[in-house]
């Protein structure tokens, strides 16, 4: 099958600072991918970069055969790259509701009307439905995290970028977290998913891969992953969840 | 009651205070004589302006200190079309519109290559620019203007006073044409994704807001009415001159004053600060320099007190009397 995202040898800098300089990566359409690392791996910073919001400094990126390097985020979100942000970024002076129709309308290019019954339907599975009418910006964090998915899934990407969903979740609302994910995630859409919380992981993903030492360092099954040595070394010294 | 002052509050109470307004002004010339057509005419216009410089800065966030460029440029136009081109004064009136929305593409695509404080600057420059043109070209009268010629005029109306009652409608139909258009953008597709802009700019980008192409289609349909304007107001002063059609002080710093009091963001913003600007040009302007420090100092303490403007003040003032309302029933 053809890969829906390729990075080869990504490298990406701010200002002096290598944050890392040989990242590569394939993902078939509909896989899920796991992504572990030390904090400060420049993880997040990855996703900035699939996402169109920061340019690499070095490295091809291909997104269905198109130069992701040099796509706009706009137009990256309209070809069907979705994504959440760590920090939740809601529309604060918009409704819960009307968060989830801009990326409906802009993102997945439907009719206000067709918006607003997909926004209806999304906002049901992932539990605000009670909240539509309110100001994000009122939203508790929890909340504020489901809008970030609810916002991202609505659009129907083919790629679905997850960064630390299930952070500071207690046992049973990662349990309802993983039923939303079953429920709003599409069979066909890849997911790649950043996640500290591993035992959340284990339950969605496929593979996992650890970014660290500025590139992927290993790839594979999530236990043959977390036996690996210079993974325990690198990561889970510091703060295992597992 | 939620998205209260945004959204659902600003479209109900324009509605309604809109269908009332047409009911009162329409009619309205039969009745008064017209030095006050004369002056509601002119209060309908700076009306007009604010709510279009209200659509760019207050929903749109781009903030252009140059806006007097597009009504001295379709003021212009104008004047070029009747007087030199021999058209229709009603067809070169309409064409102000597409004028000043093709006008307003070049002067997009140069603005917006500028980060925020520098498209303001820029815009200020290029209205200078505008103005300086306009001194120069010839057939317009040079530095000193030119009136237009009484054929035209009389196009308009054959004596003054049906004059003064047609311009006095004509300006307020652009108003309530105006904001009928900024409530329809507001809730089009385009509505949201601007809303979404202005909150998050980045969290917009990544859910497929182009924020340029936004900000250009406010800036081509703020462009097109503000020539239109332009077009009205020579007509009203019966020439055109450089310092007059580009006044700065008139069309922008005077503009910026009425939405900021009145309230950035809000279609009620504009209507309450043009009309407070109206009556204290007319308690003020006896004092001379005096009022214009007045208006800036009431501009500034706005700026730090209450940056929502008398829109939220009064907003605050109802919830606050409903909520002593409640305590009291219960
Ligand atoms: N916009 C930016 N400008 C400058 N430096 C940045 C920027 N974004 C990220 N960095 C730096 O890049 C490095 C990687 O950050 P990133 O947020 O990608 O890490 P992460 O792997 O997501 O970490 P965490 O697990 O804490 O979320 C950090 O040192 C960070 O300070
Ligand atoms: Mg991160």
């Known amino acids: ?242 | 009651m939620t998205g209260d002052i945004m959204t659902s509050g600003s479209q109900k109470l324009p509605l309604a205070v809109l269908g009332l307004s047409v009911a009162v002004m329409v009619p309205l010339p039969f009745f008064v004589d017209n030095g006050t057509m004369r002056y509601l005419t002119d209060l309908f216009i700076i009306m007009s302006v604010a709510q279009l410089w209200n659509l760019l800065a207050g929903f749109g966030g781009v903030v252009s200190i140059g806006q007097h460029a597009f009504v001295g440029a379709g003021g212009y136009a104008f004047f070029g079309l009747t007087t030199h081109l021999g058209l229709n004064p009603f067809l070169s009136m309409a064409l102000t519109l597409p004028f000043g929305a093709l006008l307003s593409l070049p002067v997009f695509a140069i603005l917006s290559r500028m980060r925020v404080a520098y498209f303001a600057i820029g815009s200020w420059v290029l209205a200078e620019v505008f103005m300086l043109v306009a001194g120069k070209l010839p057939g317009f009268g040079g530095g000193s203007g030119i009136s237009l010629r009484p054929q035209i005029v009389k196009a308009f109306g054959a004596s003054t006073s049906s004059r003064v009652e047609n311009i006095y409608w004509l300006s307020f139909a652009i108003l309530v044409l105006v904001i009928f258009l900024i409530i329809l953008v507001m809730h089009s597709r385009r509505g949201y994704s601007l809303r979404a802009m202005r909150d998050n700019e980045t969290a917009a980008m990544a859910l497929g807001v182009n924020p340029n192409a936004v900000k250009a289609m406010l800036f081509v349909v703020s462009g097109a009415f503000l020539s239109l304007l332009g077009a009205v107001n020579t007509l009203q002063k019966l020439r055109v001159n450089p310092s007059g059609s580009f006044s700065l002080t008139d069309w922008t710093v005077f503009i910026i004053f009425m939405v900021v009091i009145g309230g950035m963001g809000r279609i009620i913003g504009p209507i309450i600060g043009a009309v407070l600007f109206v009556l204290l040009r007319e308690n003020l302007s006896g004092y001379g320099p005096i009022y214009m420090i007045i208006l800036g100092a009431a501009a500034i303490g706005m700026m730090l007190f209450e940056p929502g403007g008398i829109a939220v003040l009064v907003q605050r003032w109802k919830l606050k009397k409903a909520k002593t309302q409640e305590l009291e029933e219960a």
């Open chain 1, 1 to 242: 099958m053809k890969p829906l995202l390729e990075l080869r040898g990504v490298s990406k800098a701010f200002g002096g600072i290598e944050v890392f300089n040989d990242v590569s990566l394939t993902l078939e359409p509909g896989a899920r991918l796991g992504i572990l690392g030390p904090n400060g791996a420049g993880k997040s910073t990855m996703f900035n970069l699939i996402s169109g919001l920061h340019r690499p400094t070095g490295g091809e990126m291909l997104y269905e055969g198109h130069n992701l390097g040099q796509m706009k985020p706009w137009n990256a979100c309209r070809r069907g790259i979705g994504r959440t942000f760590q920090i939740p970024q809601p529309f604060g002076d918009m409704t819960v509701a009307e968060n989830v129709i801009v990326g409906c309308t802009s993102g997945a290019g439907l009719s206000l009307h067709e918006a607003r019954d997909r926004a209806h339907d999304i906002l049901e599975m992932t539990g605000l439905g009670d909240h539509r009418d309110k100001l994000a910006k009122s939203l508790a964090l929890l909340d504020l995290k489901r809008l970030e998915l609810a916002k991202a899934a609505a659009m129907k990407p083919k790629l679905l970028l997850l960064d630390e969903i299930a952070g500071g979740l207690t046992e049973a609302e990662c349990d309802t977290l993983l039923d939303i994910l079953q429920k709003v995630v599409r069979r066909d859409t890849a997911v790649i998913w950043i996640e500290h919380v591993v035992h959340a992981l284990t339950r969605f993903v496929d593979e996992v891969a650890v970014l660290a030492d500025k590139q992927i360092v290993v790839r594979g099954q999530i236990d043959e992953v977390l036996e690996n040595a210079e993974v325990r070394r690198l990561y889970f010294g510091a703060e295992a969840e597992v």
